[in-house]
């Protein structure tokens, strides 16, 4: 490699030609570019240029109330989706997740600003648009309606959709980078290395396996040298050391592994691209892109500003910022936990409260991914079993944090156990016995049904368990309490036996007949408490208990208290709330008939299959 005159960065910092790509003119070029191979830069741990940034709210906002006490929004974030591809599952895990905790904390009454969108800008991009045969504009367009079309049938209740190649996203990379030049953690240099064009980063050596296969996509990376813009992100290490704890970083073994990375020595990245056409131009340099990462982690803050403005930074980060939680797959913590936040101190922005990263959702073993070509399609999925179960079955069966693994098997037992049997039937036949004995009209309140019981008591403590692990975001957990609630239910009911005690009729029917409002208030409990899960099934079930949508939606966690039902309130009629799943077999030409008596001989199942997380 040619050597080449070394960066003086503290001489730099204070020079119009640092803050300016433009003054880099090709005679100069040799005194302001270094070759560089996986290097190291020593840059003074603070500088007295310093960009300052306001991020309170404009002065003539609203004046507070005496004693009014105005709380932070929650920011949830889901990454924004890289639409080289349609949607796989491993996309719609994160999502569904994400619209889980943004439902719960509605519940809660706080403002919610739910974030998701697309990530429309990079190589792979442009290759994708040239393999089908479009323009990159027109291939961004589908694919990222897809995902908009998909997280309708998944009952995703987003508030901010956000594309990289919205204009307004383009104002806000803009600025954010030119703030980041003038803080001077923006210099010009070559760089050599080993690039993989699936992760659209350069790798170390020594993280890659056999041939410099990526250990992500097993695909190899490909030597290339480029002249680019690089963040100085050495500059970061001992602070990034510090402020990254436990609280920002979950689960605590994600934590370890950041801590890992950065203990083992930060290196500055390039954030531009000369060979990328399909990108923001570089503020001041036409001739290169900004790299996909810088660009699209600012949708963050972009997604905050309002559709019809000309946004600045400034109003963005009013709006909301900084992020509650950074809701994202494993895969990506690196740029989300150690990257991101050098990137937020360099401009002054606050940092996000909480990065959690999510585990991957197998098949055979192995992590699925657009990449690597073997994910599950999660339109067929909801078209096969409905958003409630899909919904259902990821959030109930994958220990949040954690991998699990998919088949459709246990998926179709754990549904039918849980949502159609332990919940579905127990509304169904205590509707059925209200409408047969009581004219589908409750004879009493609910709290005045269960004095005397110790079955009020139980629910309740199942509710408070359920709202401690939906706030730790123990989504699993969660479920499985609200699950113990219909586990009551059908306990209470099997021990009561109202059926009988009608048939005994005087006190004994009195008594059954309060039994059934007891049941029902407990269905009543349990389609608030399991709603940020199951939202459609929720809704069926609060309809049958006389419920408009209104009051449905107007719903809060509050209402899980006991006491909802009153005396003379008519139900619906009875009728199943979610339908049983048959299993299905193979039938002759790849038809899947239900199965029959066990006196039939059948196939063998499907195969299995899983996805990703």
């Known amino acids: 490699m040619a050597a080449a005159a070394r960066i003086n960065c503290s001489s730099l910092h204070n020079t119009l030609g640092f803050l300016n790509p433009l003054h880099y003119s090709l005679n100069s070029k040799a005194n302001h570019l270094r070759t560089v191979r996986h290097f190291r830069r020593n840059i003074p741990s603070s500088f007295s240029h310093r960009a300052v940034f306001c991020s309170s709210a404009a002065s003539n906002s609203t004046p507070l109330e005496p004693n009014e006490v105005v709380?932070?929004?929650?920011?949830?974030?889901?990454?924004?989706?890289?639409?080289?591809?349609?949607?796989?599952?491993?996309?719609?895990?994160?999502?569904?997740?994400?619209?889980?905790?943004?439902?719960?904390?509605?519940?809660?009454?706080?403002?919610?600003?739910?974030?998701?969108?697309?990530?429309?800008?990079?190589?792979?991009?442009?290759?994708?648009?040239?393999?089908?045969?479009?323009?990159?504009?027109?291939?961004?367009?589908?694919?990222?309606?897809?995902?908009?079309?998909?997280?309708?049938?998944?009952?995703?209740?987003?508030?901010?959709?956000?594309?990289?190649?919205?204009?307004?996203h383009e104002y806000i990379v803009k600025e954010f980078y030119s703030r980041v030049l003038a803080n001077g953690d923006i210099y010009r240099a070559d760089y050599e290395g080993l690039y993989c064009i699936n992760c659209e980063e350069y790798k170390d050596e020594k993280e890659l396996l056999e041939n410099n296969c990526c250990p992500t996509h097993l695909k190899p990376c490909v030597a290339r040298k480029e002249d680019n813009y690089f963040f100085a992100l050495s500059k970061y290490q001992k602070r990034l050391e510090e402020i990254l704890t436990s609280d920002m970083v979950k689960p605590s073994f994600r934590l370890n592994e950041v801590q890992t990375w950065i203990k083992s020595g930060l290196r500055d990245f390039s954030i531009s691209r000369a060979s990328v056409d399909w990108g923001i131009p570089v503020p001041n340099d036409s001739k290169q892109t900004i790299y996909v990462w810088f660009d699209a982690l600012l949708g963050y803050i972009s997604a905050l500003s309002e559709d019809t403005e000309k946004p600045t930074l400034q109003t963005s980060v009013s709006l909301g910022w900084p992020a509650t939680l950074h809701l994202i797959g494993k895969d990506i913590l690196r740029f989300h936990a150690v990257y991101w936040p050098a990137m937020l101190m360099s401009a002054g922005l606050d940092l996000p409260k909480m990065v959690f990263g999510h585990g991957?959702?197998?098949?055979?073993?192995?992590?699925?991914?657009?990449?690597?070509?073997?994910?599950?399609?999660?339109?067929?999925?909801?078209?096969?079993?409905?958003?409630?179960?899909?919904?259902?079955?990821?959030?109930?069966?994958?220990?949040?944090?954690?991998?699990?693994?998919?088949?459709?098997?246990?998926?179709?037992?754990?549904?039918?156990?849980?949502?159609?049997?332990?919940?579905?039937?127990?509304?169904?036949?205590?509707l059925g016995l209200l409408k047969k004995n009581c004219q589908s009209t409750l004879v009493t309140d609910s709290s005045t049904a269960a004095e005397g019981t110790k079955f009020k008591d139980a629910?309740?403590?199942?509710?408070?368990?359920?709202?401690?692990?939906?706030?730790?975001?123990?989504?699993?957990?969660?479920?499985?309490?609200?699950?113990?609630?219909?586990?009551?239910?059908?306990?209470?009911?099997?021990?009561?036996?109202?059926?009988?005690?009608?048939?005994?009729?005087?006190?004994?029917?009195?008594?059954?007949?309060?039994?059934?409002?007891?049941?029902?208030?407990?269905?009543?409990?349990?389609?608030i408490a399991l709603s940020p899960i199951s939202p459609g099934l929720c809704w069926r079930i609060y309809a049958q208990l006389g419920f408009s949508k209104n009051q449905f939606d107007a719903a809060t966690w509050s209402e899980t208290k006991w006491g909802g039902l009153k005396k003379g309130q008519v139900m619906g009629q009875p009728k199943p709330v979610f339908a049983r799943i048959e299993n299905l077999t193979e039938g002759e030409n790849g038809v899947e008939l239900p199965k029959k008596g066990a006196k039939r001989k059948e196939k063998s199942p499907k195969a299995q299959q899983a996805v990703e997380a």
Request: aromatic residues 10%.
């Open 71 to 168: 709380s932070d929004p929650f920011v949830l974030t889901t990454p924004l989706y890289y639409v080289n591809a349609p949607p796989h599952m491993g996309s719609a895990y994160t999502t569904i997740a994400a619209d889980a905790i943004a439902r719960f904390q509605r519940l809660l009454g706080k403002k919610v600003i739910f974030v998701t969108g697309t990530d429309e800008h990079g190589e792979k991009i442009a290759a994708a648009a040239a393999a089908a045969g479009s323009s990159p504009k027109e291939h961004c367009d589908i694919v990222s309606q897809a995902y908009k079309k998909l997280w309708e049938d998944l009952d995703i209740a987003y508030d901010k959709f956000i594309r990289t190649t919205d204009p307004k």
């Open 360 to 430: 991957f959702l197998t098949k055979d073993g192995m992590k699925m991914g657009k990449s690597l070509g073997n994910t599950i399609e999660p339109n067929e999925l909801v078209s096969k079993f409905g958003s409630d179960a899909v919904r259902y079955f990821f959030l109930r069966e994958v220990e949040f944090g954690s991998d699990g693994d998919y088949s459709e098997e246990r998926f179709i037992n754990i549904v039918n156990a849980h949502l159609a049997n332990t919940i579905g039937n127990l509304l169904n036949r205590t």
């Open 459 to 527: 629910v309740e403590k199942l509710v408070e368990k359920a709202r401690v692990n939906y706030e730790n975001l123990s989504l699993s957990s969660a479920c499985e309490a609200v699950l113990e609630i219909g586990n009551a239910g059908n306990s209470y009911m099997d021990e009561r036996a109202p059926w009988s005690l009608f048939k005994q009729g005087g006190a004994a029917a009195e008594d059954a007949a309060k039994d059934l409002v007891i049941i029902l208030e407990t269905m009543r409990i349990i389609a």
